[in-house]
């Protein structure tokens, strides 16, 4: 869940959301580098939320199909919060292997 407090400043509380798109909307602390999400056609959107999340990878829109691909299973009602998490460390990983 993503708020505005009154000095419109934005917080974020864990969120993860299956959209119509065919993207997984998934709000992290946690991102890899963007080199890495841009290899993976993952879209980092947080500076469109929160001006001082300069790199944008505070809210992440990731492909259905990179789920897919690493063998998770999407369906709509369930939680994909961990199993985004988890996604986004494996790319992490692929790219620092020698």
């Known amino acids: 869940m993503i708020r505005r407090d009154g000095q419109g400043i934005l917080h974020g509380l864990e969120f993860t959301a299956l ?16 080199e890495v999400l841009k290899k993976y056609g993952v879209e980092a959107i947080g500076n469109t939320l929160n001006p001082e999340d300069s790199e944008g990878r505070g809210v992440l829109k990731i ?25 986004l460390r494996r790319l992490e990983e692929r790219i620092s292997r020698p």
């Open 63 to 87: 492909p259905v199909k990179l789920y897919k691909k690493f063998g998770y299973v999407v369906t709509p009602g369930r939680s994909l919060q961990a199993v985004s998490e988890h996604l």
């Open 19 to 34: 959209l119509n798109e065919g993207k997984v909307f998934h709000y992290t602390c946690n991102a890899p580098p963007l």
